[in-house]
């Protein structure tokens, strides 16, 4: 069968420093497997380097491993390789490689156009052996009594099965290991459950442990494919300009020094400076500014921002690897891969409070009929009964039962939470980072200010000439008109002219007027005090923070408009309620400048606003805060990607981009933050029930075990002191859904 997995080990001396290939796997089932399955897959030869992330479902190994090894290695937790390599890189650069050089391929990648349904599918397999399971269990209450023993036996150890089967292999092969985890203390809990006679008991774990497992993975698979969001959203050729004729190449092709040809509504390739034309330039995949900005000669532009009008010739400064929008996916990638979710306290106490258990089990079953001739099935019987009283299952559902309310509760209301795990950390958060546009604000323009110098033209001139206008500004200023001048009707321009990267000239009556930027100041003749007073105008609005859309004639300056990315209106209402839901810091980051940034933090309440940044300092930023407090980002666009994956906790708006969704922990489904506070005292709310459960279960745990001191302890005892604690940590943990849902469900 290793026939199928050829290995390019060519001995050679650069074999070490080979790229190393990039496939996806599926069907990981936690952190810790993962990092274990990842230390087994170093032990192998030339497996070193080898990196298994379970956050974005990866494996990066050199091609010189034995790829049948790897797939038995992630066999063995039942993983595998769904298709042929990603990509390839270097460990010191991220240069990339066609995949299709690579001649070692994994045997499963056929599978390659069925890996999305088979990812679903698992899903949906495991849904269906609960609901018989549950079938099952239900059936055995209808049955109890009125058929043979065996009857009802056959039915509870099906339904155990069936919605067991994984975390029993996983167990008994942890236990010819001598290796303790939650499916080691799981498989020991049943099996002692069983050899009692507490069939139903046993079953009903075994469903809801399953049930855990189903919901915990919810959402895992979306998330997990944030990079391919991130790659759609990238250039994958540009036309390159050379001896007075475009050629299109491969971005990756590209070099610096080389010019390439954007035309609108192209993206520009990489990072580099304008050497011929005039346009503007939708920044907003870097900067995450929303109103396009005008480029002239000279200026500098970014990799995968788009021009919007004009024709551009660009220097490239970069090659792609080295430009903005390819940092923005590497940082994304390192923050998925360096952020582990942390292990459930349970899983870290079960792997010492499991081998104890047994333990002291064992030594009650033996030293008494060894040391101190006491009859042996008095003290097997014991230690029996302490092993019951090991059995997990109120410490297995301490959490879980918890967990799945609060996500259930938040699900119904619209807020999306990819794991119980991610709940936890929105229940701890102290500090909450926004990004401004299209989370704070609308992530539109709107009119906030206007001078005018000419009544009678002004609005007329300026609505008939922004009428027929794409963009974003002109939408704006026919929006406020609407309200201004709700019954004008505006005439037909003629002879209509696009100014790239200033506005657009038309003729309406026989004369020109120009609407744009202040740049068109320049069109104005004489009357140069008149002109010297609208520039003073002008630098007053641009010193608040505001857009400039003005119109001129030939003789004057008729009037001009300030505009602004305009604020959310549930925005205050709800800073002022993470604060009184306990978020000590309220941070705006935007790319945006300080007076614009300055201007809606005092309208929303932030406590603290940076502005200017890039999407490598606003990660740099959200690390700090996180270096000092539980911190969660709030953003909505593909540059907000790689800070809300550096953050505690990823939170991404609804209608945000794909990648900024599949980043986030936490989706607002809703598009507006009012359901953020609401969700916040639920999931903090979860977390003291977790407390409680898990105080309270081991208490009851301990108190059993002191019983057998005296040789008080029984069966019944040890079977009450279990169930009993079940119970309550079940029930304690459904009261997360009872009670109305006033604030969720306000929407502000």
Same mark, same amino acid.
Request: proline content about 4%.
């Given at each position: ?73 992630? &066999? ?465 609005? &641009? ?58 933090? &005092? ?14 300092? &606003? ?130």
């Amino acid at each position: 069968m290793s026939a199928n997995h050829p290995q390019l080990s060519k001995s050679s001396p650069g074999a070490s420093n080979s790229p190393l290939i990039e496939y996806r796997v599926q069907g990981l089932s936690c952190p810790n497997c993962t990092r274990e399955m990842q230390e087994e897959i170093q032990k192998l030869d030339h497996g070193d380097n080898a990196r298994l992330s379970f956050n974005s479902g990866k494996l990066i190994l050199s091609p010189h491993v034995d790829l049948y090894q790897v797939e038995t290695i992630l &066999k063995s937790d039942g993983a595998r390789i769904v298709h042929a390599p990603l990509s390839a890189s270097s460990d010191a650069d991220a240069d990339t490689h066609d995949p299709s050089s690579h001649q070692h391929q994994p045997s499963h990648e056929h599978d390659h156009g069925h890996a999305h349904v088979q990812s679903h599918g698992g899903d949906g397999k495991m849904k269906w052996l609960l609901t018989i399971s549950a079938v099952f269990y239900l059936l055995t209450f209808i049955l109890e009594g009125n058929v043979a023993e065996p009857v009802v036996i056959a039915l509870y150890a099906g339904a155990m099965i069936l919605s067991g089967y994984t975390t029993f292999l996983r167990g008994l092969r942890n236990l010819t290991r001598f290796k303790f985890n939650m499916d080691t203390l799981m498989t020991v809990a049943l099996i002692g459950a069983v050899i009692i006679g507490e069939w139903r008991e046993a079953t009903l774990v075994a469903i809801l442990f399953g049930l855990n497992e189903l919901l915990e993975g919810y959402g895992m698979n979306r998330a997990r494919q944030s990079m391919e969001a991130l790659l759609a959203a990238a250039p994958k050729e540009a036309e390159l300009w050379k001896d007075g004729q475009a050629k299109l190449v491969p971005i990756t092709s590209l070099s610096p020094g080389d010019v390439v040809r954007v035309r609108p509504g192209e993206k520009i390739p990489s990072d580099g400076a304008i050497s011929q034309g005039t346009g503007a330039v939708n920044e907003a995949a870097i900067t995450g500014e929303s109103v396009p900005v005008t480029k002239r000669e000279g200026d500098a532009v970014y990799g995968g921002s788009v021009s919007t009008d004009g024709l551009l010739y660009i220097a490239i400064s970069k090659a792609y690897e080295d430009s903005s929008l390819a940092k923005i996916m590497h940082l994304v990638q390192e923050a998925q891969d360096s952020k582990t979710p942390t292990e459930l306290f349970i899983d870290k106490f079960a792997k010492y409070y499991t081998p104890a258990i047994m333990l002291i089990a064992l030594a009650v079953t033996l030293i008494p009929p060894l040391l101190l001739n006491q009859p042996w099935m008095t003290w097997i019987y014991q230690g029996l009964s302490i092993l019951i009283v090991g059995c997990p299952c109120s410490l297995v559902l301490s959490s879980p039962i918890a967990l799945v309310s609060g996500m259930t509760r938040a699900a119904r209301n619209g807020i999306l939470i990819k794991g119980g795990v991610h709940l936890e950390q929105l229940g701890r958060l102290e500090a909450i980072a926004f990004d401004k546009t299209g989370t704070l604000t609308k992530g539109e323009p709107a009119v906030y200010a206007e001078t005018v110098y000419d009544e009678n033209k002004f609005y007329g001139v300026i609505g008939a000439l922004e009428q027929s206008s794409l963009h974003p500004l002109a939408k704006a200023v026919m929006k406020h008109l609407e309200i201004k001048q709700p019954q004008c009707m505006f005439n037909e321009p003629q002879q209509i002219t696009i100014l790239p990267g200033e506005g657009i000239r038309a003729e309406i009556g026989g004369n020109l007027f120009w609407v744009g930027s202040e740049d068109v100041l320049r069109h104005v003749q004489g009357q140069q005090e008149h002109i010297r007073a609208v520039e003073e105008d002008i630098r007053r609005l &641009k010193s608040q923070g505001y857009t400039i859309v003005a119109a001129v004639s030939e003789e004057r300056v008729l009037g001009q408009f300030g505009l602004a990315d305009e604020i959310r209106p549930e925005t205050a209402t709800v800073v002022r309620k993470l604060h009184e839901a306990g978020i000590t810091d309220t941070v705006m980051l935007t790319g945006d400048h300080e007076q614009s940034a300055q201007t809606i933090a &005092k309208q929303s309440g932030v406590t603290r606003v940076f502005a200017s940044l890039l999407p490598e300092q &606003k990660v740099a930023k959200v690390r700090e805060l996180s270096s000092r407090k539980k911190t969660g980002m709030v953003g909505d666009g593909i540059n907000d990607a790689p800070a809300l994956a550096a953050a505690d906790l990823g939170i991404a708006m609804g209608k945000g981009t794909d990648s900024a969704i599949e980043t986030a922990d936490v989706v607002l489904m809703q598009d507006h933050l009012g359901k953020l506070p609401g969700a916040i005292k639920t999931a903090r709310r979860v977390n003291q029930i977790i407390k409680w459960n898990i105080g309270l279960s081991l208490s009851l745990k301990a108190i059993a075990l002191l019983l057998t001191i005296p040789g008080w302890l029984t069966l019944w005892i040890a079977i009450i002191s279990d169930m009993g604690a079940t119970i309550i940590v079940t029930l304690l943990g459904l009261t997360i859904l009872l009670g109305k849902d006033k604030e969720l469900k306000s929407g502000y």
